[in-house]
C-alpha cells in the first residue's frame, strides 16, 4: 500500500468520525464540571463534592481537563480512566455520577 | 523530542492498517445500548520543533487514541503515533523521514472491583511516564526525561497480558497495582521483550502525594533487574504539580525532578495570567559501566530544563522550553518550541 492510499484511508476514516459526530449533542465541560451550581437536594450536592474530589485527585494529578466533551462518551472516558488510573468501583461510580448529574 | 517507539516501513505496515481499519468499522456497528458509552476518538496533534547546535529540525506529529467499550465489562483501546521528522543534513540540505506506528492495542477486561485483566499490546507500567506523561497532550515538556528508557525493555510495549486495579481505596489513603507479563515478539508493529515486572503506588488523598514502586526484570539474552521509584506531591486548592521519578538500571541510573505552577491570584486559571505555566525540570544520569544498552547518555550528564508553556482556551496548548545539558563529553543548549490541539469526540452517533 502506498504512502497515498494509506493517508487516504485515514483521511476517510477521520473524515467519516467527524461527520458520524455532527450531529447535535449535549457537551460536558471539564471547568464547569469542577464548578457546578449548587444542588437543590443534599444528596445530589454529596455527589458532585465526591466526584469533583475524585475529578481533582485522579483525572486531574496527570493532565489538564478538556475544555469539553459530549455526555455519549461520558461512561467511555470513565472506563477508560478506570483502567489507566486504577479507579476504584465506587470512585468510578461517582465520577460517572459527577460527569452526568 | 522522544523518538518513536516503533520505526516501520509502510509496506509492512499495510496489512496491519487494514486490520485496523476493519475492528474500528466493526467496533462502530456495535450497538450501543447506553448512551454515555459511545467510543470516543482522541489525542493530539502537534507541531514541534527544537534547536541543537544552531540546527533546526521540525517535527509534526498526530496521536490519535480511540477507545470503545464492548458490553459492561470491556474496554478496547489502541494509541498511535504519525510522525514526520524534517532534519537538517550535515551539509544544510533536510531530510525526510516518517514513523507510523501503534503505541498499543490492548483489550481490558473488568473482572471485579479490584481486578481489571488486559491482553495485547500495551504500555509497561514502570515508573509514570511511559503510561501517564507520555501522550503529547500531556507532557509538559516535549521530549521525555533522560531515563525514560530505563525499565521499558526498548520498545515501551510488552505484548502479553497485565492484571492491574485498586487493591484499597479508602478516604485516607489507596493503593493500586499493576503487574504484567511480557512475551518475545519480533513483529515490527508489536515489537516487544519477554520480560516481566510491575508496579505499586501508594497515594495519601489528604496530602495529594503519591508514592510508588517499580520492579521489572528482562527475561532474555542478558538478564537484567530494573528499580524505579515515584514520588508525586500536588498540593490541594493550588495549580503547583511537584512530581519526581527515580530508576536504576544494570548499567545506568538517574532521576528527575519536575515541577510546575499555574497561578489562580489574578482571575483563577482561565484568566490570561492563569494560562501561563513556568516549568522546571531537573535531572541527572549516572553510568554503573560502559555498556550502552539502556540508550541513557553515555556519559554522566546533568541536565535543566526550564519551560514556559501557555494553555491557550479550546485544549491547545503552547510549549516552549531551553534546556542546558552538562556532560563530559560536551555541553550544550536545546531550545524547543511546539503547540499541541487535543481533541476528543464520539466516534459513533450513539442512541
Known sequence: MSLKRLSFAAAVLMS??????????HQITGEQAAKKPA???????QHQDEGDRIFQQQCSRCHNAPEGFSSRISGTIVRHMRVRASLSKQDEEQLLHFLNP | MAPPLLNVS????????????????MLCTVQYGIAQDTPFLSGGVGFFTDTNGGKTTYYPILEPLLAAPIGSHFLVESRAALLETFAPSADGVYDHTHFIGLTYLQGDYIVSPHVTVVGGSFLIPFGTYNERLSPIWISNFQDGPLIASLGLMSTGTGTGGMVRGSAISRHKYSIDYATYFSSRVGNQQFASERSSGGRTSLYLPEQRIEIGLSYDRLLQGTHENFYGMHVWWEPKDTA????????????????WVEADYRTQAFGGLDSWIGRIEPLIRVQQTFRRDTLFSDGLPLANTQRVDLGLDYNLPHNTRILTSFERQFSDHKDHNIWETGIVYRFLFPTWKGK
Open chain 1, 39 to 45: 444542588a437543590t437536594i443534599q444528596p445530589s450536592q
Open chain 1, 16 to 25: 467519516s468520525s467527524v461527520l458520524l459526530w455532527a450531529a447535535p449533542q
Open chain 2, 240 to 255: 503547583f504539580r511537584l512530581r519526581s521519578e527515580f530508576a536504576r538500571g544494570h548499567h545506568a541510573q538517574g532521576y
Open chain 2, 10 to 25: 509502510i509496506s509492512k505496515l499495510a496489512w496491519s492498517v487494514r486490520r485496523i481499519i476493519f475492528a474500528m468499522v
